[in-house]
């Protein structure tokens, strides 16, 4: 009799065992599917937080971009006054935080800028007395070559800042005059 309860108590033991092993395999195998499932979740989440602070950071700035694009392409006078583009440039290069506020004449390659110095404005002009060509500059060419705005790689500036440009193309009568850009350091 102790044989066969010694037996029974066997194979009671082999098969706590090996339901605990099972059970503890699949629970190892739920919980690893959860908390994947929790941290792509969490991605996601984060994913869409960073969008959304993206989107109303550069809003304001696309819309000035846009807005300033529009107003050069509606009033294409301003681009045969130096001295008028001058002033438009600085009045509204004041209202932005953008470091440098310019147009890149497709005619000649000449840009004129309203570039930010220190908590002042001060205007430019970049030409090839300067030996300064727009039309072959990445921005520039980038802009030319795709409708709406355009997003340069950020880059290092000449003062050692990080740079990034956003541009756009500006046609008149079917025909492109320019690329309107600003830069934000």
């Keep these: 009799m102790k044989k066969a309860a010694n037996k029974i108590a066997l194979i009671i033991v082999v098969l706590l065992v090996v339901s605990l092993g099972v059970f503890s395999t699949v629970n190892y195998t739920n919980t690893k599917e959860r908390i994947y499932d929790l941290a ?3 991605k996601t989440s984060s994913s869409k937080v960073l969008q959304f602070y993206m989107n109303a950071f550069f809003e304001d700035k696309l819309a000035a971009v846009q807005n300033f694009a529009s107003y050069i392409e509606a009033h294409p006078q301003i681009l045969d006054d130096k001295e008028a583009l001058e002033k438009v440039l600085m009045n509204a290069a004041q209202v932005t935080d953008f470091s440098e506020f310019y147009f890149g ?3 000649d390659g000449a840009v004129y800028n309203a570039v930010l110095d220190g908590k ?3 205007f430019m002009v970049f ?4 030996n300064y060509d727009a039309r072959v500059k990445g921005w520039y060419k980038d802009a030319i070559a795709k409708e709406g705005i355009i997003f340069s790689a950020p880059y290092t500036s000449s003062a050692g800042g990080l740079n990034l440009t956003i541009a756009k193309k500006i046609v008149v009568d079917g025909k492109v ?3 309107f850009g600003v830069d934000m350091a």
């Excluded at 030409?127 to 300067?130: E, G, L």
Aim: no cysteine; proline share 0%; glycine share 6%.
């Design 40 to 42: 792509k979740e969490s």
């Design 105 to 107: 004449y497709a005619a």
């Design 120 to 122: 002042e404005r001060k």
């Design 127 to 130: 030409d090839q007395r300067k």
């Design 177 to 179: 005059v320019g690329v």
